[in-house]
């Protein structure tokens, strides 16, 4: 049984108390769950197959279609969003400010799209994804309310044989074949409820931050726990207080967050960033993260404490993330790393007015930023109210959920609903929750068994014609995640247009050179603080699962580059083949080996 169907989670059964039922949007123009294939010795055949439907999933359906390319998109959830379609926790909102967080293919609509607040909500984010869907007609190539079970190669055919199955029973699905698939499930779609004895007896509601329900549920008048304080709980926990009786937050490990600032934003601020739209969307392409920060260009180190103070003081009153920029050597030298996060617990510590509640909430046994930043709105100065309790869970464990409630090595805590913000199984839990096996039959989870290994984060050795959109191995996570899709979609795409041209059928990456790249990726992380710290970075969150640093470090620009260097050399790396079977299905148009990146250099 999947871990999300135990017995009487909020988004199965009867509907949480003091709930208003919202009926679900309806796309008449999606397939929702219908037949795509047909017996398994008929199965529909596609030139490509595309697992996921959110922002990465999109835009590839997006470009599968200017390369002339019959594509279906396989969906598990009931609409398009990914992410944005399953985190509809309260408080849920991007980290990356709304200018930034949004597509740059298409110079009409990020012209015409306007935000209303600096920081996005997930409801606008939403709405701005479906929006997508409708103006390029991509719904009509998604197929919802489906999971991808399994994936497998047949080297005789050259094909990969795709089962599925209905996402919301678990009911037989179809079988499908395709020369390419090509995963957009996301590096945080597979939610992790953490495994507490007692869970299904509890009479309450229980319910995760990464599968909220689609109807509005009111705490109003009741006792909730939250587990868990990475970034949804820091976002959720200031609104669940204001319903709230009484709020009791379960805290294993505190976790530095910074002040959003969060504010209207003006239409004549968007016009104006909107007029160098894009010479902004290049610059970030060349940054680190993607995102048009304002980069420290000198080290902690060779500042003042007076000029440090000043910096700080001066990001902090500008908030979100770029606090961790403040200077060029903060993520490699543990002096100047020590010097921000103390100014953080300090800030800590004057916003909390419980001297004890503060020093739990002050994290002191990990470098600022090597977990993945915060950005909150009165998270510190939720701990004020008298109806907001912390308890730390590495003092007093839990040791089982109760019918009534949750105890700990110290007491029992009763409760009328339960909400676990314990994060994701990160970047591989979705591949791993899928079986697939490349040539030989071998399984990519078996391979992955001590770790992911890719070439440049994009394809494994040993599993052709697969691609990964912001797999391990690449910038992904430590990105303006919306920038790494399109570059990794692009890259994708021009491949393709490259074997379409050739004739080619089969590309894999040659083993030795994903060797060298997994070699220079753990390289350049072990230059930083990040190995060093207990995270979902290095799946440290889930028992289990190997302990290597997950995404790679080196810079989206630098990536960018390298990705460039190897398409400019003919691939390097990467293995090409002919095949007696019939060339790529394609539909020639004067679109579909031009190149739609104005960015990229061939």
Known sequence: MDELSAPRPAEAGRPPRGSRKVAKPHFPESHRGAAAGTSPSNPTAFDAVVIGAGFAGLYMLHRLRQLGLRARVFEAGEGVGGTWYWNRYPGARCDVESMQYSYSFDEALQQEWLWSERYP?????????????????????????????????????????VQTERSSDGSGGDIVQARFVISAAGCLSMAKVPELPGLAAFKGRWYHTGRWPHETVDFSGQRVAVIGTGSSGIQTIPVLARQAKELVVFQRTPNFSIPAWNKPLPVADQEAWKSGYAEHRAQARTTRSGILYDYSTRAGVDMSDVERQQEFDRRWQRG??????????????????????????????????????????APTDHAIGTKRIC??????????????????????PIEQVTPDGIRTSAQSHDFDAIVFATGYDAITGALDGIDIRGAGGRSLKDKWSQGPSTYLGLMSAGFPNLFIITGPGSPSVLTNVIVAIEQHVDW??????????????????????????????????????????????????????PRVFLPYIGGLGTYTTICEDVIAAGYRGFEFSASPAPALAHRPTPQVLRDTTSTETS
């Open 121 to 161: 909500q997930q409801a606008e984010i939403l709405r701005y994804i479906n929006h997508v869907a409708d103006r390029f007609a991509l719904r009509r190539d998604i197929q919802l309310d489906t999971r991808v079970s399994s994936a497998h190669y047949n080297e005789g055919e050259q094909r990969w044989t």
């Open 492 to 545: 994708i795409a021009r491949a393709l247009g490259h074997m379409q041209a050739q004739a080619l059928h089969r590309i894999a990456p040659v083993a030795q050179a994903e060797t060298d790249w997994m070699l220079h990726v753990h390289e350049v992380a072990n230059k930083t603080l990040f190995p060093g710290t207990n995270s979902w970075y290095t799946g440290a969150n889930i028992p289990g699962k």
């Open 320 to 361: 979100g993330a770029n606090f961790t920029h403040a200077f060029n050597d903060i993520y490699s030298n543990k002096i100047s790393n020590d010097a921000a996060a103390e100014y953080v617990r300090n800030k800590i510590r004057s916003t909390v007015h419980d001297a004890q509640v503060a020093a739990l909430l």
């Open 375 to 396: 950005v909150d709105s009165n998270y510190y100065e939720t701990f004020n109210l008298p109806h907001v309790k912390l308890v730390d869970l590495r003092a007093t």
